[in-house]
């Protein structure tokens, strides 16, 4: 039951093939079996468990609420949850309980939905890897899979297999793991570079970033305001628009999200994609590109080519400029928005209490990692008065640059363009740290930021496995506020390449009872 | 009686009229003698421009001075700028703050609707561009009172520029020698209160009180139009008036709903500005133009003495009468501006541009607010002229004191008596007889009728003038006047009437 999609699961709740406690315990059990992943920071049990009995009412009345009602679903520890610790990783905001929810949580628990716990990241959402916050790294799950241990087992013998894990990616790593470990069947991520479509890519899922102003990010405790939006990871193409169309939508909290009312929708099932035109951004084939990953992308477009879809090469011609400009933006960002964490109306508080500034120098140094720091130096340093023509202003024209390129391939009659997600697989943890932070996200955000700098709704879906049997993801970009027509081109793709399932049975053997009757492999991806 | 008007006008400065230091009840006293009598004793003491005033020795040159005003007026709103607390000057501590006042993390500013319709009024009023479309900027410091380590403010493109504002000031020996001058209006802009940060020394503690966090301001830029104190004093007393009269603020400086900083600085004629220093914090108009005065006295003798000005803040001592610089121990800040990216573009409509269909909650029209605008101060003056042939200055205290326009109106329209004789009524007898009592014209116990009556009877010389004033003594409270009007209405009766038949008919009379 765990394996299905959350589509699959809704329809046998429905059905009362299974009752959403039933449901909730199950996942209860599998987080605790899986906790050395470290996926979640906090698991909601009783709330859970609790909710799960008001939907079995709801369900036994034959008053269910919807798709979602009795679905265990999980969220990024950076959304705001009403009466449950929201840590942002961060040693800031370690035992802060937020008295309101997010728009995005609400929304969901309004639909019924089971709050299963909060999920690992990158303090306050900085970093491309989980690896980075004060609850330590979030290991991918596909580490234990049978498909990633078999080809290890062929190349490196004697190798300790335990130390090697993988990371998920991130920022949002946590939630990427949790869907991907059937612990939930959709979490929520936040997406401001990469953050919901990186890990969703090492972590074999479906990671969808929507439009900016789309979805409220009311309640998102902010990394970029300008470029953060709440993330969906699911297991498919059709639960991300389920999930999204009960998310999106005007939110009086947000003044940038659209006025005009969204309606729940389905994914129609396109036959025919002749008339689909689909652009790869030539500057997009990095040399840094794995050629794993680079095979995989051409075999997409072919793929998409021989079933009669116009493919055309295209160029964004001032990709080479987005990172650089990103993080000029995004640490001034970072700058303004971490101002407020001075230990006095919230969050941790230092013990010196010399004088109000000494109280502040301390609490900031204390709370904030290293990663947070530096950012917040960088960004301010940008903001000077002497600096900022030279750089915030450079930088924001930039980001139009970057922004219009991305227009003027849309305008040029592109529907969606198809992109690698990241550079390769997952790296082990051992390999991934030798870099610092900064580098790493600058590497591995390079496929994912202009999205967020020009406000455009994208999704990583997974596409096969590499050589070591580990997922890789592509991306899709498509039109700002074409959400649906972007998720109906990547449900068509989906279903074209059939990646297979993570068979984590070896893992989990002493709770095979869990995955009974799942015939994990046969999940069936619509 | 004392004329306290003379408190707060010192001599040697020009005068300025009635009501300027609006921030004091006590200042705010009209003689209660004939006003035209009164007011001449008091304009022989003031003359000259406070600058030229200064006679320049031999050898020595004129100085010139420039002042600069800059004010912030709270906002009257039923909630914040941004967020939905009610906003009340006499709340608890902490008892208005929501969880975006208090700045937890993942909430987001809304615009409130009518903090803008504000804006555009006072715009409007002040005769200045509105711009169509205005944007919102962060600015940083760290301070306990402000939550979020930044105001939301509007430093780029402000909501409304180059406007103007006129206000008069007596120049000559008499009162009637007034000039109408001109301040130029920079900016203003839409921005957030902080909140409110007490001392405790003995415990060495700080008390914060955010209810204030986040009411809406409006930042109001006057040029350095203005030359002296009383300049300063006059145009914000006028300003004042605009923006109680709008009712977008209730502008009351004792409670800070009207906070202002000055810019001041002083050069030679013909050579370029000198440096400025910044006072700030003034919280009535008589100290705003005490410091000012202060302040240019200061610089001058300063830089005769072959010092220098450093451009720095100084704050006003009230009870020295004199400024003094103030511990800044961050330094020169750099406020590290950013457009705040929660807020979209402020774009403002006029009937031509209004986009069709759109929904009218959502879109501000500013024709349509102009529209709405009430009549201005300077209109309710020319108007008081043209109507009852009434002197200027006469308008301009009709409307310094908040209700005493309408008590005057009301008294017009029930007596028979002259425009002239009913403002000299009410601005001395009534008016001096409420300073007195320390009463707000809705306090008082005359109403317009029982003045209108009286005045009445006075011009048909049914009683004379003292008895009427001691009529409204009486009607003040002030039992031992009653005797007085016995008295005269034994010796009218020629000493036949009962005294005590007399006071039970003027008792029954006075109390109806």
Same mark, same amino acid.
């Given at each position: 039951?765990?394996?299905?999609?959350?589509?699959?699961?809704?329809?046998?709740?429905?059905?009362?093939?299974?009752?959403?406690?039933?449901?909730?315990?199950?996942?209860?059990?599998?987080?605790?079996?899986?906790?050395?992943?470290?996926?979640?920071?906090?698991?909601?049990?009783?709330?859970?468990?609790?909710?799960?009995?008001? +939907?079995?009412?709801?369900?036994?009345?034959?008053?269910?609420?919807?798709?979602?009602?009795?679905?265990?679903?999980?969220?990024?520890?950076?959304?705001?949850?009403?009466?449950?610790?929201?840590?942002?990783?961060?040693?800031?905001?370690?035992? !802060?309980?937020?008295? !309101?929810?997010?728009?995005?949580?609400?929304?969901?628990?309004?639909?019924? $939905?089971?709050?299963?716990?909060?999920?690992?990241?990158?303090? =306050? $959402?900085?970093?491309s890897g989980?690896?980075?916050?004060?609850?330590?790294?979030?290991?991918n799950?596909w580490? !234990?899979s049978?498909q990633y241990?078999?080809k290890?087992?062929?190349? %490196?013998?004697?190798?300790?297999?335990? %130390?090697?894990?993988l990371i998920t990616g991130g920022?949002s790593g946590?939630?990427a793991?949790?869907?991907s470990? =059937?612990?939930?069947?959709?979490?929520?991520g936040?997406d401001?570079g990469g953050s919901t479509r990186n890990p969703a890519a090492h972590c074999g899922v479906v990671g969808l970033k929507p439009?900016?102003?789309?979805?409220?990010?009311?309640?998102?405790?902010?990394?970029?305001?300008?470029?953060?939006?709440?993330g969906t990871l699911t297991r498919c193409v059709?639960?991300a628009?389920?999930?999204?169309?009960?998310?999106?939508?005007?939110?009086?909290?947000?003044?940038?999200?659209?006025?005009?009312?969204?309606?729940?929708?389905?994914l129609?099932?396109l036959?025919d994609v002749s008339k689909l035109c689909i652009g790869i951004p030539k500057e997009y084939l990095t040399p840094a590109l794995s050629s794993e990953v680079r095979s995989l992308w051409s075999k997409a477009a072919n793929l998409f080519e021989s079933e009669g879809a116009k493919v055309i090469e295209v160029s964004l011609p001032h990709t080479s400029y987005s990172i650089?400009?990103y993080?000029?933006?995004?640490?001034?960002?970072?700058?303004?928005?971490?101002?407020?964490?001075?230990?006095?109306?919230?969050?941790?508080?230092?013990?010196?209490?010399? %004088?109000?500034?000494?109280?502040?120098?301390?609490?900031?140094?204390?709370?904030?990692?290293?990663?947070?720091?530096?950012?917040?130096? %960088?960004?301010?340093?940008?903001?000077?008065?002497?600096?900022?023509?030279?750089?915030?202003?450079?930088?924001?024209?930039?980001?139009?640059?970057i922004?219009?390129d991305f227009v003027n391939v849309f305008?040029s009659g592109v529907d969606v363009l198809l992109t690698p997600t990241t550079l390769s697989e997952a790296v082990p943890?051992?390999e991934f740290?030798?870099?610092?932070?900064?580098?790493r996200s600058a590497q591995n955000d390079i496929f994912t930021q202009a999205v967020n700098m020009a406000?455009l709704p994208a999704v990583s879906v997974p596409m096969a496995l590499s050589s070591q049997g580990l997922p890789i993801g592509l991306q899709f970009i498509g039109r700002?506020?074409c959400d649906?027509q972007l998720l109906t081109v990547a449900k068509w793709f989906e279903k074209r390449v059939q990646f297979p399932v993570i068979?984590?049975?070896?893992?989990?053997?002493?709770?095979?009872?869990?995955?009974?009757?799942?015939?994990?492999? +046969?999940?069936?991806l619509? | 009686?004392?004329?306290?008007?003379?408190?707060?006008?010192?001599?040697?400065?020009?005068?300025?009229?009635?009501?300027?230091?609006?921030?004091?009840?006590?200042?705010?006293?009209?003689?209660?003698?004939?006003?035209?009598?009164?007011?001449?004793?008091?304009?022989?003491?003031?003359?000259?421009?406070?600058?030229?005033?200064?006679?320049?020795?031999?050898?020595?040159?004129?100085?010139?001075?420039?002042?600069?005003?800059?004010?912030?007026?709270?906002?009257?709103?039923?909630?914040?700028?941004?967020?939905?607390?009610?906003? #009340?000057?006499?709340?608890?501590?902490?008892?208005?703050?929501?969880?975006? #006042?208090?700045?937890?993390?993942?909430?987001?500013?809304?615009?409130?609707?009518?903090?803008?319709?504000?804006?555009?009024?006072?715009?409007?009023?002040?005769?200045?561009?509105?711009?169509?479309?205005?944007?919102?900027?962060?600015?940083?410091?760290?301070?306990?009172?402000?939550?979020?380590?930044?105001?939301?403010?509007?430093?780029?493109?402000?909501?409304?520029? /180059?406007?103007?504002?006129?206000?008069?000031?007596?120049?000559?020996?008499?009162?009637?020698?007034?000039?109408?001058?001109?301040?130029?209006?920079?900016?203003?802009?839409?921005?957030?209160?902080?909140?409110?940060?007490?001392?405790? /020394?003995?415990?060495?503690?700080?008390?914060?009180?955010?209810?204030?966090?986040?009411?809406?301001?409006?930042?109001?830029?006057?040029?350095?139009?203005?030359?002296?104190?009383?300049?300063?004093?006059?145009?914000?007393?006028?300003?004042?008036?605009?923006?109680?009269?709008?009712?977008?603020?209730?502008?009351?400086?004792?409670?800070?709903?009207?906070?202002?900083?000055?810019?001041?600085?002083?050069?030679?004629?013909?050579?370029?500005?000198?440096?400025?220093?910044?006072?700030?914090?003034?919280?009535?108009?008589?100290?705003?133009?005490?410091?000012?005065?202060?302040?240019?006295?200061?610089?001058?003798?300063?830089?005769?003495?072959?010092?220098?000005?450093?451009?720095?803040?100084?704050?006003?001592?009230?009870?020295?009468?004199?400024?003094?610089?103030?511990?800044?121990?961050?330094?020169?800040?750099?406020?590290?501006?950013?457009?705040?990216? /929660?807020?979209?573009?402020?774009?403002? &409509?006029?009937?031509?541009?209004?986009?069709?269909?759109?929904?009218?909650?959502?879109?501000?029209?500013?024709?349509?607010?102009?529209?709405?605008?009430?009549?201005?101060?300077? @209109?309710?003056?020319?108007?008081?002229?043209?109507? &009852?042939?009434?002197?200027?200055?006469?308008?301009?205290?009709?409307?310094?004191? @908040?209700?005493?326009?309408?008590?005057?109106?009301?008294?017009?329209?029930?007596?028979?008596?002259?425009?002239?004789?009913?403002?000299?009524?009410?601005?001395?007898?009534?008016?001096?007889?409420?300073?007195?009592?320390?009463?707000?014209?809705?306090?008082?116990?005359?109403?317009?009728?029982?003045?209108?009556?009286?005045?009445?009877?006075?011009?048909?010389?049914?009683?004379?003038?003292?008895?009427?004033?001691?009529?409204? #003594?009486?009607?003040?409270?002030?039992?031992?006047?009653?005797?007085?009007?016995?008295?005269?209405?034994?010796?009218?009766?020629?000493?036949?009437?009962?005294?005590?038949?007399?006071?039970?008919?003027?008792?029954?009379?006075?109390?109806?």
């Amino acid at each position: 039951m765990l394996g299905r999609t959350l589509r699959e699961v809704s329809a046998a709740l429905k059905q009362g093939q299974v009752t959403p406690t039933e449901l909730c315990q199950r996942c209860l059990s599998l987080i605790k079996k899986t906790k050395f992943l470290n996926a979640y920071i906090t698991v909601s049990e009783e709330v859970a468990l609790k909710q799960a009995e008001e +939907s079995e009412k709801r369900y036994k009345k034959g008053l269910s609420l919807g798709d979602l009602d009795g679905i265990p679903v999980a969220v990024k520890d950076n959304f705001s949850t009403a009466g449950i610790e929201t840590t942002c990783a961060s040693n800031m905001l370690k035992g !802060y309980v937020p008295p !309101y929810n997010a728009t995005v949580v609400q929304k969901l628990l309004d639909q019924g $939905a089971l709050l299963m716990g909060k999920t690992n990241l990158d303090e =306050f $959402a900085m970093g491309s890897g989980s690896t980075d916050g004060i609850f330590g790294p979030v290991k991918n799950p596909w580490s !234990y899979s049978k498909q990633y241990r078999e080809k290890r087992k062929q190349k %490196s013998h004697g190798e300790n297999e335990d %130390s090697d894990w993988l990371i998920t990616g991130g920022s949002s790593g946590g939630s990427a793991a949790a869907v991907s470990a =059937f612990t939930c069947f959709a979490a929520l991520g936040s997406d401001t570079g990469g953050s919901t479509r990186n890990p969703a890519a090492h972590c074999g899922v479906v990671g969808l970033k929507p439009s900016y102003g789309l979805v409220s990010r009311h309640g998102l405790i902010p990394l970029v305001n300008s470029m953060d939006v709440p993330g969906t990871l699911t297991r498919c193409v059709d639960d991300a628009a389920t999930v999204l169309g009960i998310l999106a939508g005007h939110d009086p909290k947000d003044s940038t999200t659209i006025q005009d009312p969204v309606k729940p929708f389905t994914l129609p099932s396109l036959t025919d994609v002749s008339k689909l035109c689909i652009g790869i951004p030539k500057e997009y084939l990095t040399p840094a590109l794995s050629s794993e990953v680079r095979s995989l992308w051409s075999k997409a477009a072919n793929l998409f080519e021989s079933e009669g879809a116009k493919v055309i090469e295209v160029s964004l011609p001032h990709t080479s400029y987005s990172i650089v400009c990103y993080h000029v933006l995004c640490t001034s960002e970072v700058a303004s928005n971490m101002a407020r964490f001075d230990g006095l109306e919230y969050g941790h508080r230092c013990d010196t209490d010399v %004088s109000t500034e000494a109280m502040y120098a301390a609490t900031r140094r204390e709370g904030f990692n290293d990663v947070v720091r530096e950012r917040i130096l %960088s960004g301010n340093f940008f903001l000077l008065k002497e600096n900022y023509e030279n750089y915030f202003v450079k930088a924001q024209k930039v980001r139009r640059l970057i922004a219009r390129d991305f227009v003027n391939v849309f305008n040029s009659g592109v529907d969606v363009l198809l992109t690698p997600t990241t550079l390769s697989e997952a790296v082990p943890h051992t390999e991934f740290i030798r870099e610092d932070n900064r580098t790493r996200s600058a590497q591995n955000d390079i496929f994912t930021q202009a999205v967020n700098m020009a406000g455009l709704p994208a999704v990583s879906v997974p596409m096969a496995l590499s050589s070591q049997g580990l997922p890789i993801g592509l991306q899709f970009i498509g039109r700002a506020f074409c959400d649906q027509q972007l998720l109906t081109v990547a449900k068509w793709f989906e279903k074209r390449v059939q990646f297979p399932v993570i068979q984590l049975q070896e893992l989990m053997d002493d709770c095979s009872s869990i995955f009974e009757n799942e015939k994990l492999a +046969s999940v069936s991806l619509k | 009686m004392a004329t306290p008007m003379l408190r707060w006008c010192c001599p040697g400065r020009r005068w300025i009229f009635a009501g300027i230091g609006g921030g004091s009840r006590h200042g705010r006293g009209v003689p209660t003698g004939s006003t035209s009598s009164g007011k001449r004793g008091q304009s022989s003491v003031a003359q000259q421009p406070l600058i030229t005033a200064q006679k320049p020795r031999k050898g020595e040159r004129e100085w010139a001075a420039v002042v600069g005003l800059e004010i912030h007026a709270q906002i009257a709103s039923n909630s914040k700028l941004f967020s939905g607390s009610q906003v #009340d000057f006499a709340a608890p501590p902490n008892s208005l703050v929501s969880f975006f #006042d208090a700045s937890l993390p993942g909430t987001l500013p809304v615009l409130n609707r009518r903090c803008v319709e504000a804006a555009v009024m006072t715009g409007l009023a002040l005769d200045c561009h509105i711009n169509r479309k205005s944007l919102f900027d962060r600015k940083h410091y760290f301070y306990a009172d402000l939550p979020a380590g930044y105001q939301i403010t509007q430093q780029r493109l402000p909501i409304a520029v /180059n406007g103007s504002l006129a206000y008069s000031v007596c120049v000559g020996q008499r009162w009637s020698q007034m000039v109408t001058r001109t301040v130029g209006v920079k900016q203003i802009q839409l921005e957030q209160d902080s909140g409110k940060s007490l001392h405790d /020394n003995l415990r060495s503690q700080t008390l914060i009180d955010l209810n204030r966090a986040g009411v809406g301001l409006l930042e109001v830029v006057l040029e350095p139009d203005m030359s002296c104190g009383e300049e300063a004093a006059a145009a914000i007393r006028e300003l004042q008036l605009i923006l109680q009269a709008l009712g977008t603020s209730q502008a009351n400086m004792a409670e800070g709903q009207l906070r202002v900083d000055a810019n001041i600085s002083v050069h030679h004629p013909g050579e370029p500005l000198g440096v400025r220093t910044e006072v700030k914090n003034l919280n009535s108009a008589r100290f705003l133009a005490k410091a000012i005065d202060y302040e240019i006295q200061r610089q001058i003798s300063e830089l005769e003495n072959g010092g220098k000005i450093l451009n720095e803040t100084r704050s006003f001592d009230y009870k020295l009468g004199c400024t003094v610089p103030m511990r800044d121990k961050e330094g020169k800040q750099d406020y590290r501006f950013m457009p705040e990216p /929660n807020l979209p573009p402020l774009l403002l &409509y006029d009937s031509g541009s209004l986009p069709t269909g759109a929904d009218p909650q959502q879109v501000i029209d500013i024709d349509q607010l102009r529209e709405q605008l009430p009549e201005l101060p300077r @209109v309710t003056r020319e108007k008081l002229v043209r109507q &009852y042939g009434m002197r200027p200055e006469h308008s301009f205290a009709l409307l310094n004191e @908040v209700g005493l326009l309408e008590f005057f109106q009301n008294v017009m329209k029930e007596t028979r008596a002259e425009p002239k004789k009913v403002t000299s009524w009410v601005l001395n007898t009534f008016l001096g007889f409420l300073k007195q009592q320390n009463l707000a014209v809705s306090e008082s116990p005359v109403t317009p009728s029982a003045l209108a009556e009286l005045l009445d009877l006075l011009d048909r010389k049914a009683i004379s003038s003292s008895a009427a004033k001691q009529v409204t #003594d009486v009607k003040k409270g002030n039992p031992r006047a009653i005797n007085k009007l016995i008295g005269l209405v034994r010796r009218a009766t020629l000493g036949r009437a009962d005294p005590t038949v007399i006071k039970e008919v003027l008792e029954r009379q006075l109390s109806s």
